[in-house]
Nanobody, 115 residues
Framework: VQLQASGGGLVQPGESSRLSCAASETIFNIWTMGWYRQAPGKQRELVASITRGGTTNYADSWKGRFSISRDNAKNTVSLQMNDLKPEDTAVYYC??????????WGQGTLVTVSS
């Protein structure tokens, strides 16, 4: 597995959760890492991304509630999700893109926000 995600599960509305993703040593020169999500019946969409230099990009829906961070030395990316809402329920996918434009996807981790 080249991108291994962890975290997720069942959380109650208003709670926080953290997703983490580790890239395999076989992936070289990662430029951008990020998280996408796919809600039931919907297309996969960007949540947030971060470049190697630390430039972040957030989809409007999650600005202010979600925070992405990255450890370049460990090739890991994390997504801190705060004040979770039922509409945040989705499968979250870790993503990595190299300087050579190769793309990698994690296996997806389900986040369910429900009381």
């Amino acid at each position: 597995v080249q991108l291994q995600a962890s975290g997720g599960g069942l959380v109650q509305p208003g709670e926080s959760s953290r997703l983490s993703c580790a890239a395999s040593e076989t992936i070289f020169n990662i430029w951008t890492m990020g998280w996408y999500r796919q809600a039931p019946g919907k297309q996969r969409e960007l949540v947030a991304s971060i470049t190697r230099g630390g430039t972040t990009n957030y989809a409007d829906s999650w600005k202010g509630r979600f925070s992405i961070s990255r450890d370049n030395a460990k090739n890991t990316v994390s997504l801190q999700m705060n004040d979770l809402k039922p509409e945040d329920t989705a499968v979250y996918y870790c993503y990595a893109k190299t300087y050579a434009n190769s793309e990698y996807w994690g296996q997806g981790t389900l986040v369910t926000v429900s009381s």
